[in-house]
């Protein structure tokens, strides 16, 4: 006589609903925004980062001296049964944020550790002068225009003027206090936008003129003349370097330092201005971009460099890394395709007849020596990256999209 299990069973499968998942969509752009916090609100906030820097320390030496955790607990509960003790609880109004920098501390222990083949690293302490410091909070800490606002109380700040903060926002916040000014960063996601034009161009980084661009009938040459007001301002910024270190008056090397940082700050603020005009134009012209690899890292190398330190000064500080980034991330949100290829031999070939120019140097102007063709140079090299990169690459246009084929190999440009 057989049996059978007359108890029902549930079918119903334990996990995730997956309608319950959140729907937030991955943000693509980030809003900083300038604040000046009242004198009560600026004293909470830096013992919020003060506390913040003592949770990311506390992980750091738990690393360095290669510690083990006990048994059933996290890093996260280890370091919140330190904070009861009596000459840290100045550390537990940072609340659950005390969370995001346990997991910056171990996400900067496992890189380091990555980069170092596994092998154990001794990470850094993060200092109070640092002259950029951050505070990562949650999703929930941002509530009402303001961080915990039951903490704070009603304490308000300002914004800079054209600026907006959120009421709410569905992300991670942060804050930055860079320079002895706060920034707020809120995370958002902007709905991508498709540019009307079908165009391409090619481009070439330089020192004299920022980029030169050729489309197949024009020329743009961007950011001509203008790294001579950049050189300006950092002749100012020598020369107050140098007054303090010569300055014996404790009060007067402050002031200067202060007057050095505002230089800073405004050789950064023109370059940033330029890169934003320059990806905005680029962005709603053109559907596909050719942008060099241009290594600036390596080609500054005191050991290997063939140019003068005026020519590496006018290179760091266009910051072309810094805008190919801004200009990936930029393009998109516009469906914008942008192509990194490579430009060796680029200035050096007659784009008319082909020639290697291998005595080109410095000069502006190319002039080939086997047919006579004349051309600026930064010209014949944006007119030879575009040959080389159409050539390596094979794209077809679809309705609004640009579609890249795999058939060539991203080694090829």
């Not at 810094?322 to 949100?333: D, G, I």
């Amino acid at each position: 006589m057989g049996y059978e299990d007359t108890k029902k069973r549930s079918v119903k499968k334990y996990g995730k609903n997956p309608y319950k998942k959140s729907q937030k969509l991955r943000p693509n752009s980030v809003l900083k925004v300038p604040v000046w916090p009242s004198i009560e609100l600026h004293k909470i906030w830096k013992q919020w980062l003060a506390a913040y820097r003592w949770v990311y320390n506390q992980c750091v030496e738990f690393f360095n001296n290669q510690r083990t955790l006990p048994k059933g607990k996290s890093l996260d509960q280890v370091i919140q049964s330190q904070q009861v003790k009596p000459e840290n609880e100045w550390t537990i109004g940072l609340g659950k944020t005390r969370q995001e920098a346990v997991c910056e501390a171990e996400q900067a222990y496992k890189q380091a550790k990555t980069a170092n083949n596994g092998q154990s690293v001794q990470l850094r302490y993060r200092s109070c002068r640092n002259k950029s410091q951050v505070i990562q909070f949650k999703n929930d800490a941002y509530r009402n225009g303001t961080w915990f606002p039951k903490k704070v109380k009603g304490m308000l700040f300002c914004t800079a003027i054209g600026y907006q903060v959120p009421r709410n926002c569905n992300y991670g916040t942060e804050l930055v206090y860079q320079r002895g000014q706060w920034f707020a960063c809120f995370p958002q996601y902007i709905e991508p936008t498709t540019t009307g034009s079908d165009q391409v161009i090619a481009l070439d980084p330089g020192n004299r003129a920022f980029l030169t661009g050729y489309d197949g009938e024009n020329v743009l040459e961007i950011g001509k003349g203008d790294i001579g007001r950049i050189n300006r301002l950092c002749s100012h910024l020598d020369n107050l370097l140098s007054r303090v270190a010569l300055s014996k008056n404790k009060r007067q090397r402050y002031q200067m330092r202060k007057a050095a940082t505002r230089m800073r700050n405004r050789i950064q603020y023109l370059v940033k201005d330029l890169h934003n005009k320059v990806a905005s134009v680029l962005v709603n012209s053109y559907k596909l971009i050719f942008l060099p690899t241009y290594e600036t890292s390596q080609m500054v190398l005191k050991s290997i460099r063939k140019i003068n330190r005026k020519s590496v000064r006018n290179m760091l500080s266009w910051s072309h890394g810094k805008f190919a980034c801004y200009l990936e991330q930029k393009a998109a949100r516009s469906c914008v395709l942008v192509v990194r290829c490579n430009e060796a031999y680029t200035s050096k070939t007659c784009t008319n007849c082909g020639h290697v120019h291998k005595n080109l140097g410095g000069s502006k102007v190319y002039k080939c020596p086997q047919c006579g063709h004349i051309i600026a140079r930064d010209i014949n090299g944006a007119r030879n990256i575009m040959l080389r990169a159409l050539q390596a690459t094979a794209f077809t246009v679809v309705n609004d999209s640009i579609v890249v084929s795999d058939a060539i190999p991203t080694g090829a440009l």
